[in-house]
């Protein structure tokens, strides 16, 4: 032990962390540059794209108002329980479905039959069934977001090393015990791509809820001001949604990393 | 044992059973005739038996071509409490398919494995495995994977990790609780593979080539840690190992397989008192022993044809 | 959603509860909630919003609603057999659909062969267009429908050119004039005669359950749809103002619409069954239905 | 070699295939009837929710009529396209991402916003960009696909065993050698995972595609119906995209299982 | 080699170069000196010098607490052309980390490597590695494994599959070309592995603990094909072995690696002419020669601590 040379811990990993954060801002500022250098150059109509500097005020102006703070709150409860339905019912389903073949020959097409129905033909049964409050919302979520978690879950379980299950069987673990010591650690990447899908999936889901029919909520505000040529303020919903989508996946891809630490990290190339 | 293709119903059964059961199946008076004459009781001993093998048949089926490998071939063997058993065969004979058997993990097609007089159709914690991979959980610290066994039995942290910390010193592992496997060397994985059955104190332990990653100075430490630890508890012992002097080093009974499919070709009896010492090994008797064991493989490697 | 515009009219303490199914922005619905004139009549009005009729229908359908205002679907969902009566019209029940090409376009009959924007199936857009074109003498076959939408989309999809004329609500035609690509060409009205395009519907249940709630609602959309035409700079001042509508334009079409108001709530019979044929003939409604204007018409709550 | 025993090949992978179906199917007739039974026993209301009966009677007279092939051709080309170009820009695309950590730092945050920003709001900008022609619907459709198959395969590199990638160097493979031996089979669940996601999405993208806009295709005619109550004929088109949708789904995990026969049948359980 | 923590800047480059760079370029100078004189020609051989390694150090860094583990320590090495060089070391030592950085797997922090006099700076096709663990592709069969080496270099797959039969029966896999990796027993694995090797025709061959999983028959039958096949070629081979008797039997010098932190305790010339034959083994000078091998590496446990 003498060998070892102990240097401030995580040092490192902080500096990565900041260069990320860096890289990842700098192409969406580029990005917003170019679009603001568009529109100063009119060569963008102001009448369906907006530009930046005009979001921002917007953004600001909704936010003074107290409007944004309104419709984001009813979003927000949508979006989250939507999303956490999706887990709950997706998680244990799509292991399932993985690690029981009769239960994926069974129910595999059905649920492949269920994600391509269009929810366009099936509002007016999600009126019936859930009414236009937030209930239908929810479900509307719910439905956005399953999908790539059961999908996903249902594809880790058939990569998990044999070797190990057969380690986990011969000291004793009982399949709860080999599902939670094997098949969730190897299904984390799997289930954080879940997430992350559903993530984006759910967001897009509670802006479309909204937009059918409702009253409320950013999805409602974005569609309003779509309809009224506001388009400044449409943008600005938009930037709310995509500001919610990043801070989403980048706090899953690093909770996602935190959980893989244990790879080595072995550069590919 | 080449048989012909059943009809479409013992097929069925076959491929329901995951391997050739059916197929097997047909071969039970001719075996039991054939078998029961053989298990004598080579050696006499009046420790009760521990483990308990008849006629086993282990195959293996393969799904896509439907070929099936037959690996272990009407192998008995009895072990009983405290003893020490050895087997040794030629790459391949079908060393660690026994071992998987005996520890539940393959299922066998004819024959039984009795542990303590019951049956076994499964792993149990009275059997504990040193694989011959490592098969580390790649995602726990070597400390985490050492109390493995500990924590599905339900024991507390803080007395895992006291019991870790004992054998991590006894693989002379210490200061490496907190290394990922991908951070150890082949050997030092192999001594985590071993501290893991060990620190579960199982009645029955299956080594399948614990020490084979080892140099020679650590493969003599943990020889002894080994012998150590199974003379002051008595544990049966079922040990794989490709070391014709480490068997005999450290076995009472040295079982030599044929080639494959594997059945016992010769079971010697190790004559050396207990507890050993290393120092046997310049012994003129010891020599003379490893030397008829080699000769047996040899023989059978030279008649057998494929290895 | 049911959303609760908190009454401000004194007076008569809100009792019940009725669900008004329409679309974001509804003039004459929002300001009687704010002026309290449902709040008198002992109604504590909430808006349900919906996109389009089809949503207002279903939505009464399924109980999310018990009354609501929209265009055309409501005759069709009626005739298909939906629970709902029609129990009077808006101040402006007519067709307004404008038809909007590029400036060049001197006349209808230049726009054939070239795409057009007819709006999505099943609307009043769509009709109005195709009466256009009957009048003209030309087939649907005539024209390229690319469906476009009718308010922003249709507009990006003119102003670049991917269409050379869209059938739309007369404000976004008069924002498509004002804007500069655009060019107000035919307004349907001119083409339908006796035509009548939006009602007011209440499912039957509801009727059968409250009668009066009924009057009272009509009663106030009355009050509130007279006070407006008699002060059409404050209505316009509502619109925009706490409704966020597009200030220009609703300025321009409703200084010129809300003068020429029907305030009476009556159905125009003649113009139902002329809609009732131009459905038939669009496949819109089953053509071998024989259902009548006054079947699914029952005027006996309007106020005297 | 005395010692093996071979059987007639595969017999036991069709019998599997076989129960495979029937169960697949089961599923999905006792879902039937038991709609149908809802509908006999007069417990929907058929304005709004059909029934299995009149649906396959609606689908037997839009197929004698012909409203369906030319719908269906004209959706089955737009999903076509969209998928085709879903893979070609999103496979290359999340195998960079995964394996240049900089590219996934630069562009990971930029991608998420993207999968969030709801179309709805940018329907304008599509429409000056791509028209109101088929282009604008497999952009739709491609938008829709893209997400699950970068999402997936960049996260599959990251679980590429490094060990292997020591051989391939070790053997002199070059990036490109290393891709295809290792990289490819690793990411194969999870390809095939963005596939069938891609495909349930894609399908999901050209209805709504051709509900916004257009005149044709399986979308127009589910929208067109369901405007005007014919319900029976929105589900005819529902149960064409559903059988898309399985068909679609079962080839590609049939297709997945092939590549992955290499993985022993170890049960998990 | 303990160092205290340096400054931003240098931690810096330490990051970025992966492992320790900056702090082992402040030792440079030092070590110049020390080293340089150390270098002696032990054994004068007039082939030329085909590998030559000095003052390689070696360490790994963790990234997430900091600690760098060095695990080759200012090693220098010539190897000549056609020599079989074996390394023998404690379980841990610093072995595989040594061979990987030849192999060009490993970036060293300090040193250089050379092959044919042109520096090392990444794997190539002039080395070819045998694996500690056997590292299989799990989704290629026996037969392709073999030739994926030569795939590489482009060989018609006609050809590539003439010469994984070849293989295959060196190897004593016949019947095993379709079978898949998981199908294999664990010697069997490690003989895919060899052949992997063996097939590609490298200059320099580089083994890791070869024949650990393989009986003692088997090995025998394997050594004696390396054998064989590196005298009629003439072939470079540095080998990682366990086994004492297998290094002096096989190889022209036995290098003796300290505990870790891994440097050269004594590099041992083996007196026998070639061809050998296993017969040697029993010679009074073979067994001599083992146990002064055995010795050093024992008394440099003793003092060294940790395995
Ligand atoms: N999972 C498996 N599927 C199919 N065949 C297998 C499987 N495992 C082992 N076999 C076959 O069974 C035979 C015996 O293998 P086994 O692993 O028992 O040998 P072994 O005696 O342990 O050999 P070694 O000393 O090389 O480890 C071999 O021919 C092997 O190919
Ligand atoms: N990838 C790695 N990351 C961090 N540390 C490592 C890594 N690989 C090896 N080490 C450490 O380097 C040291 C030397 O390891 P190496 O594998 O070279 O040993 P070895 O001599 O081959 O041992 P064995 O005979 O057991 O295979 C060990 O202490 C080990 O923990
Ligand atoms: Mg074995
Ligand atoms: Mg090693």
């Given at each position: 032990m003498s060998k070892v040379t102990v240097f401030p811990k995580s040092k490192a990993a902080k500096r990565q962390k900041i260069i990320s954060l860096m890289l990842g801002s700098s192409v969406i500022i580029v990005f917003l540059i170019a679009w603001e250098l568009l529109f100063q150059f009119k060569l963008v109509n102001p009448l369906f794209i907006s530009a930046p500097s005009r979001v921002v005020l917007a953004e600001i102006s909704i936010i003074k108002d107290g409007t944004l703070l309104k419709h984001f709150i009813v979003s927000a409860k949508e979006f989250g329980f939507g999303y956490v339905a999706a887990i709950i019912f997706g998680f244990p389903f799509g292991i399932m479905l993985g690690w029981f073949k009769l239960l994926k020959a069974s129910f595999g097409p059905f649920i492949a039959a269920l994600q391509a129905t269009p929810r366009i033909a099936l509002m007016p049964l999600f009126i019936i069934w859930f009414?236009?409050?937030?209930t239908a919302k929810i479900v509307v979520v719910l439905l956005s977001a399953i999908f790539p978690l059961i999908v996903n879950l249902q594809v880790a379980m058939s990569t998990i090393d044999p070797d190990l299950v057969h380690v986990a069987r011969a000291y004793g673990a009982g399949r709860w015990q080999i599902f939670r010591s094997i098949a969730l650690p190897t299904s984390l990447p799997f289930l954080i791509t879940g997430l992350r899908l559903a993530a984006g999936r759910g967001l897009l889901g509670v802006i479309v809820a909204e937009v059918f029919g409702g009253s409320e909520g950013i999805g409602y505000m974005i569609e309003y001001a779509g309809s009224t040529f506001q388009t400044d303020k449409v943008f600005a919903g938009v930037l709310v949604v995509a500001i919610v989508g990043i801070s989403l996946d980048v706090t899953l891809d690093r909770v996602g990393r935190h959980f893989d630490r244990w790879r080595s990290d072995t550069a590919v190339h | 044992m080449t048989v012909d293709a059943p009809e479409t119903t013992t097929l069925q059964r076959f491929v329901q059973s995951g391997v050739a059961t059916a197929v097997m199946g047909e071969l039970d008076n001719v075996m039991k005739s054939h078998n029961e004459a053989n298990q004598t009781v080579k050696y006499p001993d009046n420790r009760p038996v521990k483990l308990s093998i008849k006629n086993l048949v282990v195959g293996y089926l393969d799904h896509q071509s439907g070929q099936t490998t037959v690996a272990v071939d009407k192998v008995s063997l009895d072990v009983r409490e405290g003893e020490f058993v050895s087997i040794v065969g030629l790459s391949g004979c079908g060393k660690s398919t026994f071992l998987n058997a005996i520890a539940g993990l393959v299922k066998h097609q004819y024959g039984e494995i009795k542990v303590n007089d019951r049956l076994v159709n499964g792993p149990g914690k009275d059997r504990a495995v040193v694989f011959q991979k490592a098969s580390l959980f790649p995602w726990k610290k070597v400390g985490r994977n050492i109390t493995y066994g500990l924590e599905l039995s339900g024991m507390k942290p803080a007395e895992a990790r006291e019991k870790a910390s004992y054998f991590v010193n006894l693989i002379r592992l210490t200061g490496f609780e907190h290394h990922y496997p991908h951070q150890l060397s082949g050997g030092m994985q192999q001594r985590v593979n071993l501290a893991r059955a060990l620190a579960c104190d199982p009645e029955v332990l299956l080594l399948d080539e614990p020490f084979a990653a080892l140099d020679a100075i650590t493969r003599e430490l943990m020889q002894n840690e080994l012998l150590e630890l199974c003379e002051k508890v008595g544990k049966t012992v079922v040990m794989v190992t490709h070391q014709i002097d480490e068997a005999v080093l450290l076995s009472d009974r040295v079982i030599i397989f044929s080639a494959r499919p594997a059945n016992i070709l010769d079971d010697i009896r190790v004559p050396f008192s207990r507890p050993r010492k290393g120092l046997i090994k310049d012994s003129e008797e010891f020599r003379s022993l490893m030397s008829h064991v080699w000769k047996i493989i040899e023989g059978n490697a030279n008649i057998g044809g494929g290895i | 959603v049911k959303k609760t515009e908190q009454s401000t009219g004194a007076g008569a303490k809100p009792e019940t509860v009725v669900r008004f199914a329409t679309n974001a922005g509804n003039l004459p619905i929002n300001f009687g909630i704010s002026k309290g004139y449902f709040a008198k009549e002992g109604i504590d009005l909430q808006v349900v919003t919906i996109t389009g009729g089809v949503e207002a229908v279903t939505a009464a359908a399924a109980g999310e609603a018990d009354l609501g205002g929209m265009g055309s679907p409501i005759l069709v969902g009626a005739v298909a057999g939906v629970p709902i009566t029609i129990i009077g019209s808006p101040p402006a029940s007519g067709q307004h659909f404008v038809l909007v090409s590029k400036p060049q376009y001197k006349s209808f009959a230049e726009l054939k062969g070239k795409p057009v924007s007819p709006g999505?199936?099943?609307?009043g857009t769509i009709q109005a267009f195709n009466v256009i074109a009957k009048a003209k003498?030309?087939?649907?076959?005539d024209f390229q429908y690319v469906n476009a939408g009718t308010s922003g989309n249709a507009l990006a999809a003119l102003q670049t050119g991917k269409v050379e004329a869209v059938i739309t609500s007369e404000i976004v035609g008069v924002k498509a004039e004002l804007e500069g690509f655009g060019k107000v060409l035919e307004s349907a009205a001119d083409y339908f005669g006796h035509y009548q395009h939006s009602f007011i519907f209440a499912t039957k249940s509801f009727i059968n359950e409250k009668p009066e709630t009924v009057r009272g609602f009509l009663a106030a959309y009355r009050k509130t749809v007279d006070y407006l035409k008699a002060h059409p700079d404050e209505a316009i001042e509502f619109a925009v103002?706490?409704?966020?509508?597009?200030a220009i334009p609703y300025t321009k079409v409703y200084a010129k619409e809300i003068p020429a108001?029907?305030?009476?709530?009556?159905?125009d019979f003649a113009g139902t069954e002329h809609a009732l044929t131009i459905l038939k003939d669009l496949g819109d409604i089953d053509p071998k239905s024989q259902v009548t204007a006054h079947q699914i018409v029952d005027e006996q709550f309007l106020p005297k």
């Open positions: 009414g236009l409050g937030i | - | 999505s199936p099943g609307q003498g030309f087939k649907p076959s103002k706490e409704l966020h509508q597009d108001w029907d305030t009476s709530g009556r159905i």
